[in-house]
């Protein structure tokens, strides 16, 4: 099955720190999203980005999907940025409904 | 906005029961899934739904796994004999096209199984 590698593993940064997260996937792929796991544990969309550059408030990812890796940039780290950031694909396979392969994560610390 | 809703928040069960996780998709949504993700680990798909038959399943989804839509709004997870390395937190999501179009996936709050 598809890889996906997420590096580094884990991250401390002070707040107002500057972050960049990747992501590696072993074949092309149909979907990848970002997703931020909050202390709750809940997943919260961050972005569909299959390719491009999409920008969000303080986030922002690029995919460069002909050279399989994707980015995601935190500018100007706040405390509530902490937790678990997962990238996860969808590996295309000509229909259906596909499930989401995902990355072991970046834990991301945030200290005041 | 409008969200996945996944009930109970938390399930505490008897090894060897019998439990059903339920879940009400984006209510224009025509495809579902079910995902695990055991304490400190990733998130692992299970099984995804379409047009009410399973579309495609990992082998983590064995014969102790069902999924069932009842009516036109929930969605669930039946696990008939637990073990305890079923403990884990269950989430369920949701998505309006498949893998053709584009397929984002929306996750609810999810629901921790803890089996004693």
């Known amino acids: 099955g598809i890889q996906v590698e997420q590096s580094p593993p884990d991250l401390i940064l002070q707040e107002g720190a500057n972050s960049t997260l990747r992501c590696n996937f072993s074949?092309?792929?149909?979907?990848l999203q970002w997703f931020h796991q909050n202390p709750w544990g809940q997943l919260i969309n961050l972005f569909y980005i299959p390719s491009g550059t999409k920008q969000n408030g303080r986030l922002s990812a690029t995919t460069v999907a002909t050279e399989r890796y994707s980015l995601l940039y935190i500018s100007s780290s706040q405390t509530t940025d902490s937790g678990v950031y997962f990238c996860?694909?969808?590996?295309?396979?000509?229909?259906?409904?596909?499930?989401?392969?995902f990355g072991k994560g970046t834990h991301l610390i945030i200290q005041p | 906005e409008p969200e996945v809703t996944q009930t109970p928040s938390h399930q505490v069960t008897q090894m060897g029961q019998e439990v059903i996780l339920r879940c009400v998709p984006i209510?224009?949504?025509?495809?579902f899934y079910w995902y695990r993700q055991i304490l400190g680990q990733k998130v692992e798909f299970l099984v995804s739904f379409y047009n009410n038959e399973i579309s495609e399943k990992s082998e983590i989804f064995d014969d102790q796994f069902s999924v069932e839509r009842p009516d036109g709004s929930n969605f669930t997870l039946k696990i008939r004999s637990t073990k305890l390395e079923d403990s884990a937190m269950y989430f369920c999501?949701?998505?309006?096209?498949?893998?053709?179009?584009?397929?984002?996936?929306?996750f609810g709050a999810g629901t921790r199984l803890s089996v004693l």
């Open positions: 999501a949701s998505s309006e096209f498949g893998t053709l179009a584009k397929n984002i996936q929306y």
């Open positions: 209510s224009n949504h025509l495809y």
């Open positions: 996860a694909v969808e590996l295309y396979s000509g229909g259906g409904a596909d499930g989401l392969t």
């Open positions: 074949d092309s792929v149909n979907n």
